[in-house]
């Protein structure tokens, strides 16, 4: 692969919280190598107000977010993207457009905090957020440069499984 920019895209079910934490963290820690985008297969029309809160505590990139249709990625005129990475287990399982291009897929599949309500819900968006910093980190620190698609896409992929399970396995403790 050679040094440019790359494409990314974001799926999740809603758009509302998963994929919009993964939009801006790689938009704030890919160091201008990303572009970020996100979107649902079934948007919610609205971006939730929590992440949209913790992204500004956390000082990320918070204004400008929309929940939106992956739809929007196939149409004419939409960026070719170089990665499509699902971040919910339900968007994982349906059918996704076709993308342009051919891009390399992931999942790396993060539990949904909109489904906490009550005390508990902050801490479940912040560990949804601190889960794909991690993986996002990870993601940034390949060398897209110094390796052959097949090994991109691979390690890629590796980082949702191993990456996952260690954290959670952390978190659990």
Same mark, same amino acid.
């Given at each position: ?25 790689? =938009?704030?820690?890919? &160091?201008?190598?990303?572009? @970020?985008?996100?979107? $649902?297969?079934?948007? !919610? ?59 390399? =897929?992931?999942?790396? &599949?993060?539990?949904?905090? @909109?489904?906490?309500? $009550?005390?508990?819900? !902050? ?51």
């Amino acid at each position: 692969m050679t040094d440019r920019v790359f494409n990314v895209l974001f799926l999740c079910t809603g758009n509302s919280a998963r994929s919009i934490f993964a939009e801006s963290l790689l =938009t704030h820690l890919g &160091g201008g190598r990303f572009r @970020a985008f996100s979107a $649902g297969s079934h948007p !919610k029309g609205e971006v939730h107000p929590m992440a949209l809160e913790l992204l500004k505590e956390y000082d990320f990139p918070h204004e400008g977010f929309r929940s939106k249709n992956w739809r929007e990625f196939e149409a004419d005129g939409a960026p070719e993207m170089d990665f499509v990475i699902t971040v919910c287990d339900n968007a994982a399982g349906e059918t996704c457009p076709v993308w342009p291009g051919q891009p390399m =897929t992931a999942h790396w &599949g993060i539990e949904d905090p @909109a489904q906490v309500e $009550g005390p508990g819900q !902050k801490l479940a968006f912040y560990k949804a957020m601190s889960h794909l910093r991690r993986r996002i980190e990870l993601f940034v620190s390949l060398p897209t440069s110094g390796l052959a698609r097949l090994e991109l896409e691979q390690r890629v992929r590796k980082i949702g499984k191993e990456e996952g399970a260690t954290q959670m396995a952390k978190d659990a403790q």
